[in-house]
């Protein structure tokens, strides 16, 4: 079976429902997985979507802020939803599709701009959330499942992931306390880092380019924020892969871009 997953920062649904309108038409994955939604579930575009075929829809948002949306053209057995560090803040969605492949959407906090957690509450949640994130999947017995992890992580892991990492080592999403944390979660389940499958590890690769540059493209001072994981039971079955970076030059356009894969199960 061949499965294809798209996942993308949007910023907000209801003010870019028409760039991923487009991104759907263009691509066409089986689903999309978006985070910063910033709608509550009533307004969600719910229709829009089931209109371009994405009738299976598992969506947890709140008024103004962060919020995560599961579309699908498949069918889900099973929904699933978890709180992380206490709050009710609409950060992970997760769907087990018919195929049995287990999906987890998550949107790891930013963390403010100060790397301190004594004086930066942002920031120590979000090493908590990041802590959290590895215990729920350390502590997991069934090991054997096919699983995906993907989001915004809000974590530019390696240095190739950064356009300086020795100028972003006390900034937040590159911090060494960050990176080792990302890297916890990321052994805990063993998961593979699917992008980095593809693009080796010497190359640059961002997915995210400020709204302060007055000139991204030119500046390209890029961040890889955006991340899908599989399971050890996927490896080999990805097949393609792409970051859209032209669609950050999209009129309206999120400061993320989609990442996308293509796996042949």
Not at 24 to 46: S, W
Not at 77 to 82: F, L, P, V, Y
Not at 228 to 237: E, N, Q, T, V, Y
Request: hydrophobic share 40%.
């Amino acid at each position: 079976m061949t499965l294809t997953v798209a996942t993308w920062n949007i910023n907000s649904v209801r003010l870019r429902i028409n760039l991923v309108t487009r991104l759907l038409r263009q691509h066409q994955p089986d689903v999309l997985c978006l985070q910063e939604t910033k709608t509550i579930d009533d307004f969600f575009p719910r229709k829009r979507f089931q209109e371009l075929g994405y009738v299976h829809q598992a969506i947890r948002g709140q008024k103004g802020y962060h919020g995560v949306a599961i579309l699908s053209r498949l069918p889900f057995a099973r929904t699933d939803t978890r709180e992380f560090c206490g709050k009710q803040d609409c950060r992970h969605m997760a769907v087990t599709l018919t195929n049995g492949i287990e999906l987890h959407n998550v949107y790891v906090p930013a963390g403010g701009d100060i790397p301190d957690p004594n004086v930066n509450p942002k920031f120590a949640h979000k090493l908590d959330f990041l802590r959290e994130l590895a215990d729920i999947f350390e502590t997991r017995t069934d090991r054997a499942t096919p699983a995906l992890l993907v989001g915004d992580l809000n974590v530019a892991p390696l240095p190739q992931d950064v356009w300086s990492h020795k100028q972003l080592l006390n900034v937040v999403s590159h911090t060494p306390v960050e990176t080792e944390l990302f890297g916890a979660a990321k052994a805990a389940f063993d998961w593979i880092d699917v992008s980095r499958e593809f693009v080796p590890h010497e190359e640059k690769l961002y997915s995210w380019w400020s709204y302060r540059a007055l000139d991204w493209e030119k500046s390209d001072r890029g961040r890889r924020l955006d991340h899908i994981w599989a399971s050890p039971s996927l490896r080999g079955a990805a097949k393609t892969h792409a970051i859209l970076k032209p669609l950050r030059g999209w009129k309206l356009a999120s400061d993320h871009v989609p990442v996308l894969a293509r796996f042949e199960t």
